[in-house]
């Protein structure tokens, strides 16, 4: 299989995992930036105490979906379980240490 394809899905895996869906919930729902208010840590807690349950539950399963569809497409493509471990590491690393 050629390297080129795993190596670009394992890149947007990553980029796809930095996007703060936090943040996307605080715009949304118009409460403060979590990374500036309550705990200052842009988390699905946070959230719930400065939005509620809504936005929190928005930012949970926009942060598992983060994780999930990059696997998914990376698995319709065909790459094997190596590459596919490789995505879901890539999409977990984007969200714990974010690009933007």
Same mark, same amino acid.
């Given at each position: 299989?050629?390297?080129? !394809?795993? @190596? =670009? %899905? %394992? ?7 930095? %996007?703060?869906?936090?943040? *996307? $919930? ?23 105490? =400065? ?13 598992? !979906?983060?994780? =999930?569809?990059?696997?998914?497409? $990376? ?8 590459? @596919?471990?490789?995505?879901? *590491? $890539? $999409?977990? =690393?984007?969200? @714990?240490?974010?690009?933007?």
């Amino acid at each position: 299989m050629d390297i080129l !394809l795993p @190596l =670009l %899905i %394992i890149v947007a895996a990553y980029l796809f995992g930095s %996007i703060s869906t936090a943040v *996307i $919930a605080s715009k949304l729902f118009n409460f403060p930036d979590p990374r500036l208010s309550g705990s200052e840590n842009p988390g699905t807690t946070n959230v719930l105490r =400065l939005g509620g349950k809504l936005p929190a539950a928005f930012t949970l399963v926009g942060d598992m !979906l983060k994780g =999930l569809l990059p696997v998914v497409i $990376a698995k319709s493509v065909g790459l094997d379980d190596f590459w @596919l471990v490789c995505v879901a *590491i $890539a $999409a977990t =690393l984007g969200h @714990l240490y974010p690009v933007f």
